[in-house]
């Protein structure tokens, strides 16, 4: 991926290095977005990690980053606020997100959408706060609603590359790119409907929903990259990187992976092959009302 010709976005905010309160904490404390459903699911809307993953003590010990991914400073920050972290992985992010931010304010124009505000994100390490709560590393890159931020660990990076077979820069870049969809499903009120909706209904219909919220969030990375494609952003290889990676955190490979069976009524993000499949929809059309998963009979 040439994402070094990508303009940079000036909405990453690195807190590496900053341990949980750093600029996390705003007066008043922790606030609620959308009440009490999205914060209970917010373990499951987290990207691809699965928490049963997690809490077993399965997991690996960290993995150093592979050179040009992991930050290369883990000192302690500059005194006084934000570290000015010079690093390709960081880099990377601001340049994915800018081009996030070109790609949907051009498409919410075309689709007569009022003007798009961009999400923020925010890079950190080790545990981070968030109008969501406390969230740490383990639970992987998110999307809250409530302040409407990316929070994001680049060693995750690392972890997709070595534990889910997942390497490469635009592997990194669709994991942006699904939680800037989740960022789309918040301002067009997706989200807000689906709140509203699954305290009507009982677990396994929960997480069906939930899979078409997280596959539409798939969907519209793959409109971000084929956008990219488009203006020849791309390099061989990098589609098959995308579809890799999203196929890798699929809720049967993860499951697979974790317990060593799979149960279809517990997915929260799709199978392996919905995961593709949707991401291929939006790769392939580049337009985000193809990414309708909630009318479909079978997403
Ligand atoms: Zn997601």
Sequence with gaps: MRWQDMRRSRNVE?????????????????????????????ASLLFGVNPLDMIGGTGPAPTPAPPGYGPQTTGAPAPGGAPAQQDAAGDMMRAVLGDTEDVWKALFESLGQRGYPPPKLVLFSGRVSSACGLASAAVGPFYCPGDGTVYLDTAFFAQLARRFGAPGDFAAAYVVAHEVGHHVQNVLGTMQQFDRQLSRLDERSRNQMQVRLELQADCYAGVWGYFAQKRKLLEPGDIEEGLRAAAAVGDDMMMQRSQGYVVPDAFTHGSAEQRVRWFRKGLATGDPRQCDTFSVAQP
Excluded: C, N, T
Excluded at 18 to 29: A, D, E, N, T
């Design 14 to 42: 690195d807190r590496r290095g900053m341990g949980p309160v750093g600029g996390g904490l705003r007066g008043g404390g922790m606030k609620v977005g959308l009440g009490g459903l999205i914060i209970a699911l917010i």
